[in-house]
């Protein structure tokens, strides 16, 4: 079982950035799905920006433009850069990585950070 690690969240003025980490405790690299998901009050959990397996990266539509999933393999450390930030994106983020790789649907995930609170004001 990979253990997940979130950093970096915050509170920032709406238009502001962040940058999430997440430390994985061994290689989520390769054949993995690893991303980053997103659950805000009230609300069912989403995903915000996924990497699928050897390379293909997905957004949700509400995200593009303004965030960039990467990773440092080196280092075992998934991150996502949030430029741009509205209120819309308050919520507690999650990382998440399994293999094999099913898609972006939550469901299929058993690996899971303890989440960072991003909190947008207006």
């Known amino acids: 079982q990979v253990q997940l690690v979130e950093s970096g969240g915050g509170s920032v003025q709406s238009g502001g950035s962040l940058r999430l980490s997440c430390a994985a405790s061994?290689?989520?690299?390769?054949?993995?799905?690893r991303g980053w998901f997103r659950q805000a009050p009230g609300k069912e959990r989403e995903v915000v920006a996924i990497?699928?397996?050897?390379?293909?990266?997905a957004y949700t539509e509400s995200v593009k433009g303004r965030f960039i999933i990467s990773q440092d393999n080196a280092k075992n450390i998934l991150y996502l850069q949030m430029n741009s930030l509205k209120p819309d994106d308050t919520a507690m983020y999650y990382c998440?990585?399994?293999?094999?790789?099913?898609?972006?649907?939550?469901?299929?995930?058993?690996?899971w950070g303890q989440g960072t609170q991003v909190t947008v004001s207006s």
């Open positions: 998440a990585a399994e293999i094999p790789c099913r898609g972006a649907d939550p469901s299929t995930f058993k690996n």
């Open positions: 061994q290689s989520i690299s390769g054949a993995y799905c």
């Open positions: 990497i699928l397996g050897y390379g293909d990266l």
